[in-house]
Nanobody, 120 residues
Framework: QVQLVESGGGLVQAGGSLRLSCAAS????????MGWYRQAPGLQRELVAN???????NSADSVKGRFTLSRDNAKNTIYLEMNSLKPEDTAVYYC??????????????WGQGTQVTVSS
């Protein structure tokens, strides 16, 4: 079991910045793909960005060039640096830890979510 605790959300004006953090309870998240998803009211949860165990990153087109995802395995923490925020970035942001074993066993964990609100 992995518990994920997010922090760093809040209210910011358009063009501003926020930094989200997600700390994992497990001793090591090295083998997990870690990422951030978001869900706005009335919409489906969508991938914002993720980073694999070998450091490869993937991000949504809507955040490319504005958001940066990083991980610190020594601290079992990932960070999402969000710059040039737009009102459409307003959503609840969820941290995710995912690992698929060779026998197809899936471990998939979610944080409780943190609200990001961008005012125009």
């Amino acid at each position: 079991q992995v518990q994920l605790v997010e922090s760093g959300g809040g209210l910011v004006q358009a063009g501003g910045s926020l930094r989200l953090s997600c700390a994992a309870s497990r001793n090591s998240i090295n083998a997990y793909t870690m990422g951030w998803y978001r869900q706005a009211p009335g919409l489906q949860r969508e991938l914002v960005a993720n980073i694999t165990s070998n450091g490869s990153t993937n991000s949504a087109d809507s955040v490319k060039g504005r958001f940066t995802l990083s991980r610190d395995n020594a601290k079992n923490t990932i960070y999402l640096e969000m710059n040039s925020l737009k009102p459409e970035d307003t959503a609840v942001y969820y941290c995710n830890a995912r690992r698929l074993l060779s026998d197809r066993t899936l471990f998939n964990y979610w944080g409780q979510g943190t609200q990001v609100t961008v005012s125009s």
